[in-house]
Each structure stands twice: as C-alpha cells, then as structure tokens.
C-alpha cells in the first residue's frame, strides 16, 4: 500500500507538471496571439494616418494645379492678345517700310532725273556762273577803286574825306547798312556819319572803361569783386579784351562755391607748351580752349558763352568762332552765393591760390551777362560798340585790388598801356 501511494504521488507530480507546461505553453500561444493583434491595430492606424496624409497632400496638390492651370489659363489668353496686337504692329510697319521704299524709290527716280537734267543743263549753269564770276570781279574792282579813293583822300585832307564819304554814300550804302540813308540826308544821318567818321579814322575801340594789369607770377596778386552772383545761371556770356606777354595763359576767372570750389573757372597754368586753358562748368566737368593765337604780346578779344539749354558752348576769338560744342553740362545750374576772383583759380572760397596758375598780363573791359550773346553782340564788342545790356558783372564792381595788380582807368583801349 506504501509503494502504491509512492506511486501515485509520482504520477501526480508528473502529470501536474506536465499539465504544468501544457498550460504555459498554451498561455504563451495565447500571448503571442494577443501581441500579433495589437501590432496589427498599430499598423492598421498607421496605415490610416498615412493615407490621410497622402489624400491630403493629393488634394493640396489638385488644388494647386488647379491654380496654376487657371493661371495659365490667364497668361495664355494674354499672350494670344498681345500676340495678336504685335502682329498688327508688325504688319503696320511692314506697311510703313514698304510706303518707305516706295517713297526712296520714287526719289531716287526723281534724284536720277534731276542730275539728268542738271548735267543736260551743265552749260547753261557754266555760263551763269561765268558770269556771276565776273559781275563778283566787276564789284571788287569798285570796291578796291573806293578804297583807293579814301586812302587819297585821307592823305590829302581829312575834312575833304568827310565830304567825300558823305557825298558817296548812295554808292557804299551797302559797306553800312546799319546806317538807314535816303537821298536828302536828314541830321540825323549827318549826325550819325559824323560819329562814324571819328570812329573810322580814329581807330579807337572806346568801350573798356578800365584795365587790370597783373605784372608778374604772384599768389598775392588778385581781383575780387563785391558785386557777386546772386541767382542761379543757366546762361552766361564772359568777354574780356587780353594781352599776354607771358608766353602762357594762367588763370583769368575763378568762382567757388561752399560745394565746388570749380563751379566756374578758366583755368591756365605755366607749362612750357601751353595750347590750352580748361573752361570748367562744376569740376570735374570741363572743355579745353585754344590759345597759342593769344600769347603774341597784342591786345585780342574773347567771349565765352554757355547755355545749359542744350549744353552748348562758343568761344570767340576776335570776332572769329574757334571753337563750339555741345551736351556740355546740360541743364546745369550755377549756383548764386560763391567768390568770385580775378587772377587765381581758389582750391577753397577766396584763397588756396598756386603761383603757377596766376595770371600774368592785362585784361580790359571785362564782363559777364546772365544771357547768351549773338555772334552780332560779340562782333559790336569788338568793334567798339557799346556793351550789350545785361551786364551781371563788370571792372565798375571790383571790391578789392590785391598785390601788385593795378587797376587802370582807360576809356579806350588804344590808351590801356
């Protein structure tokens, strides 16, 4: 009975521990399938999270190609007008060029006919000019016969000459036709030839007023003036009569201002092989001059003029046009407010002078003008006219004589010496 309950407690050990492991076995398969469940709810909501994104990233999508088809759609249609409107464009100046050609070619036509006909004419117009030729010779002969006429009677008695011109005005009217002649002589006429007969053989150029003479290299040598520019330019006009000894050209005119110490200078220095002075408008802006023809030692006449209309500029020489241009400083303005200065050209507002750029020599009858001049104004000048009006600055406005430079009262300018 012992050995039967020893094995039966055997036989339940062993199968409590087998139903044991048939138990965890069966629990860990109920484990795992539980744990296969779960991870496919977590992949079943990714996946749903993940095509909730990519429905939303398709519709965003949609949506912007829907815009930008809708823009295209826009652009296209403005593309088809403008298309549209350069075709027309095109096909008018297709229109305008073929009425171009045509009308060159009608010119042609009528240019080829016109050198047909003048070379048909070619000894019509040979005679013609033949004989212009000779009428032009005919004059000079008359006209070299009066000179000769006033050369004698001159020599033999200046009052005798008087009357001679007098009486022959009817035959040189054309030498002065600023003189209004009629046959009965009025006083007035008398009265005008009379002051034209003093001019004439006197020889004398009477509208200078005065004369700076400025003797040698100097900073200490200089002109100011208490009259100075007080609006803004846009047009000047600058003449002077000039003699130079010196063998070159400094510096004859210098106005600074706070802002630009070059707002309006003729610059010249001392330089073996001067042929040029810098005509400065607002540094660094500039144009350069001749003036070889000026340092001779004889008195000659110039006369700057600018208008920032259009940029453009003239400089005289004795009457004679040296040299023009344009697109110089336009619509520039000089500013009111600067020194002006005779002399000297100003590194700073009244001084900072260089002895190699001072001038050397005299100038008479200086004068500025706010207005362009004409060519006849310049040529009244120099032929001893009065001065245009509209002087802005003159020798009559000078402040201060600086140095050696003295300033000479001379009417005319045979007596500036």
């Given at each position: 009975?012992?050995?039967?309950?020893?094995?039966?407690?055997?036989?339940?050990?062993?199968?409590?521990?087998?139903?044991?492991?048939?138990?965890?076995?069966?629990?860990?398969?109920?484990?795992?399938?539980?744990?296969?469940?779960?991870?496919?709810?977590?992949?079943?909501?990714?996946?749903?999270?993940?095509?909730?994104?990519?429905?939303?990233?398709i519709n965003g999508f949609k949506a912007t190609a829907e815009n930008d088809l809708s823009s295209l759609k826009f652009w296209t249609r403005k593309l088809q007008?403008?298309?549209?409107?350069?075709?027309?464009?095109?096909?008018?100046?297709?229109?305008?060029?073929?009425?171009?050609?045509?009308?060159?070619?009608?010119?042609?036509?009528?240019?080829?006919?016109?050198?047909?006909?003048?070379?048909?004419?070619?000894?019509?117009?040979?005679?013609?000019?033949?004989?212009?030729?000779?009428?032009?010779?005919?004059?000079?002969?008359?006209?070299?016969?009066?000179?000769?006429?006033?050369?004698t009677a001159l020599q033999n008695d200046v009052k005798g000459f008087f009357f001679f011109f007098y009486n022959a005005i009817p035959t040189v009217s054309f030498?002065?036709?600023?003189?209004?002649?009629?046959?009965?002589?009025?006083?007035?006429?008398?009265?005008?030839?009379?002051?034209?007969?003093?001019?004439?053989?006197?020889?004398?150029?009477?509208?200078?007023?005065?004369?700076?003479?400025?003797?040698?290299?100097?900073?200490?040598?200089?002109?100011?003036?208490?009259?100075?520019?007080?609006?803004?330019?846009?047009?000047?006009?600058?003449?002077?009569?000039?003699?130079?000894?010196?063998?070159?050209?400094?510096?004859?005119?210098?106005?600074?201002?706070?802002?630009?110490?070059?707002?309006?200078?003729?610059?010249?220095?001392?330089?073996?092989?001067?042929?040029?002075?810098?005509?400065?408008?607002?540094?660094?802006?500039?144009?350069?001059?001749?003036?070889?023809?000026?340092?001779?030692?004889?008195?000659?006449?110039?006369?700057?003029?600018?208008?920032?209309?259009?940029?453009?500029?003239?400089?005289?020489?004795?009457?004679?046009?040296?040299?023009?241009?344009?697109?110089?400083?336009?619509?520039?303005?000089i500013s009111p407010g600067g020194s002006l200065v005779i002399g000297q050209e100003q590194d700073s507002m009244g001084g900072g002078f260089d002895i190699t750029?001072?001038?050397?020599?005299?100038?008479?009858?200086?004068?500025?003008?706010?207005?362009?001049?004409?060519?006849?104004?310049?040529?009244?000048?120099?032929?001893?006219?009065?001065?245009?009006?509209?002087?802005?600055?003159?020798?009559?406005?000078?402040?201060?004589?600086?140095?050696?430079?003295?300033?000479?009262?001379?009417?005319?300018?045979?007596?500036?010496?």
């Open positions: 009975a012992l050995e039967t309950s020893y094995r039966l407690l055997v036989f339940k050990q062993i199968f409590f521990r087998r139903f044991q492991q048939m138990t965890l076995t069966r629990l860990q398969g109920i484990a795992d399938n539980y744990n296969v469940s779960y991870n496919i709810d977590a992949h079943f909501q990714l996946l749903t999270e993940q095509y909730q994104n990519i429905s939303d990233n007008k403008k298309s549209k409107k350069l075709d027309l464009k095109v096909n008018a100046l297709e229109k305008a060029v073929n009425d171009i050609n045509r009308q060159q070619t009608k010119d042609k036509k009528e240019q080829k006919n016109q050198i047909t006909s003048l070379f048909a004419n070619k000894d019509k117009i040979e005679a013609n000019v033949q004989i212009l030729q000779e009428a032009v010779n005919g004059q000079r002969v008359k006209v070299d016969q009066f000179e000769e006429q006033v050369r030498l002065c036709p600023f003189l209004s002649v009629t046959s009965s002589k009025p006083p007035q006429v008398t009265l005008l030839l009379s002051q034209l007969f003093f001019t004439y053989t006197s020889g004398l150029v009477c509208n200078v007023k005065s004369m700076l003479y400025f003797p040698n290299s100097s900073t200490d040598d200089y002109v100011t003036f208490k009259k100075g520019v007080s609006t803004g330019i846009h047009e000047l006009s600058i003449c002077t009569w000039l003699q130079v000894g010196s063998g070159y050209l400094g510096t004859m005119l210098s106005y600074a201002t706070e802002e630009n110490d070059n707002k309006l200078v003729l610059h010249g220095r001392n330089s073996t092989t001067q042929t040029s002075i810098h005509f400065v408008i607002g540094d660094p802006a500039y144009r350069e001059l001749p003036v070889d023809s000026l340092l001779d030692g004889k008195w000659h006449h110039i006369c700057l003029i600018w208008s920032s209309i259009e940029g453009k500029y003239w400089y005289y020489i004795d009457r004679r046009l040296v040299s023009t241009g344009s697109k110089f400083q336009k619509g520039y303005e750029e001072s001038f050397v020599g005299s100038l008479a009858g200086f004068a500025v003008w706010n207005q362009a001049l004409t060519p006849g104004e310049v040529s009244g000048i120099v032929m001893g006219k009065g001065l245009p009006r509209g002087t802005i600055i003159t020798l009559d406005d000078i402040a201060e004589v600086k140095g050696n430079v003295q300033h000479i009262a001379c009417g005319c300018l045979e007596y500036c010496f």
